[in-house]
């Protein structure tokens, strides 16, 4: 009898220290998805035509296709889908379409839409899409100027209620979107849901991307 209780306590107390352990655990709040060692944690789409993706001085480069290029991020089922923001630098390299378009969920890998930098004609930036309307016909769009071999620091915040967007310092996107049809543009974009980067007819260089939880308002 003494030596089941001993069993007993030892296992009561080894359960509530595995207990606290957990609690003082702190959740993942930040996950480094392209770091500039290695592409591994991305898969290439080929539209036909696409720009073949490829690492150089630890930079994802993104080569100037027919149409679309890209890649999609494998691990999306580790990151949460809502309540986030993805950062990441990008410059264009040649061409005169977007050079950074950030495909995201929106609480739903169905669910996604894409944040377009440099579109229709080189400075074209909003969500695709809004209502069924593209970034350059509703009113997420707006023209920025972007220049060439110049980095740009782009940050996305994807909340429930809203979508934000800035480049550099300046905000470029602050939308409401509780009520509204927020979705992909149809089309080819579909096949580089639920997450990706890509370019139009456009040769870029991507770095530094990562993906941070936020803690939902009260």
């Given amino acids: 009898m003494k030596t089941l209780f001993s069993a007993l306590t030892f296992f009561v107390i080894g359960t509530l220290a595995a207990q606290e352990v957990a609690k003082e655990a702190p959740a993942k709040v930040e996950w480094v998805l392209f770091d500039g060692t290695s592409l591994k944690d991305w898969e290439v789409v080929d539209m036909g035509g696409s720009g073949e993706v490829t690492m150089e001085g630890g930079q994802m480069i993104i080569n100037q296709g ?75 769009g707006t023209y920025q100027r972007y220049e060439d071999d110049k980095w740009y620091t782009i940050r996305l915040r994807v909340t429930p209620d809203n979508l934000s967007a800035w480049v550099d310092d300046k905000q470029v996107v602050d939308q409401d979107i509780k009520g509204r049809k927020v979705a992909l543009r149809e089309g080819p974009i579909d096949a580089y849901a639920p997450l990706s980067l890509t370019t139009f007819n456009t040769m870029a260089a991507i770095k530094s991307v990562r993906f941070k939880v936020l803690t939902p308002a009260k």
Wanted: with cysteine.
């Fill in 66 to 140: 027919e149409s679309l290029s890209g890649v999609v991020y494998k691990k999306i089922e580790e990151l949460p889908l809502s309540h986030y923001e993805i950062t990441l630098q990008a410059k264009r390299l040649q061409g005169v379409d977007f050079f950074c378009g950030l495909t995201f969920p929106i609480g739903d890998v169905k669910k996604c839409a894409t944040l377009v930098c440099g579109g229709w004609g080189g400075s074209v930036t909003g969500i695709s899409s809004i209502d069924g309307l593209d970034a350059a016909n509703n009113a997420t």
